[in-house]
């Protein structure tokens, strides 16, 4: 069975910082990688994702995050927070077609408060 | 609106009640997936159905719930019986194509309180 861990569960980072938010996995075999951000009232949304190609990969509002196979990891990053980057931040993976199983596996999530 | 959309957004059962949560998802969406969110937690897998088929209900904590998807397009979670432990957001997501590997859209959730 796979299973996501997320380091942080709250991060508290001034406007302008850099952001790395760490995710781990455990599979056995091939997997596809999400992050997924929950800003305040609003449902989740797809930040990124990783299938194959290139690990460094960019998503929206300049985030960006790279997986590393030998690590079982895939961090995001951000070079300078905003304010509005306040959320929380979900790491989930699943399996490619056919490998049987379904669902995204998320971990527990990192919750993000950006400081003016 | 072209999002994934839930109803009701809030539910609030005495224990031993039943419920029901409805899934409108995107028009043309094969997959579509049931989870739930504990406080504190992420989204935990409950069941998926391929169009009207259910091909995986592993993670239903119980008999008391039940789903289906009975033309492949609009989804309903029943919770009999609620409990508790039952408290929590349930959400729906549906994707394009067959699962594994495609984006899932999730839709804002229906948050269930049990008394």
Redesign the interface.
Known sequence: AQSVSQHNHHVILSEAASLELGCNYSYGGTVNLFWYVQYPGQHLQLLLKYFSGDPLVKGIKGFEAEFIKSKFSFNLRKPSVQWSDTAEYFCAVNPPPGAGSYQLTFGKGTKLSVIP | GA??SQSPRYKVAKRGQDVALRCDPISGHV?L?W?QQAL??????LT?FQNEAQ??KS?LPSDRFFAERPEGSVSTLKIQRTQQEDSAVY?C?SSLG????N???????TRLTVL
């Open positions: 999002g994934v997959s997936f989870y504190g937690q992420g989204p935990e897998f998926y091909l995986d993670g959400l997501a067959l699962a594994g590997g984006e899932q859209f999730f839709g804002p959730g």
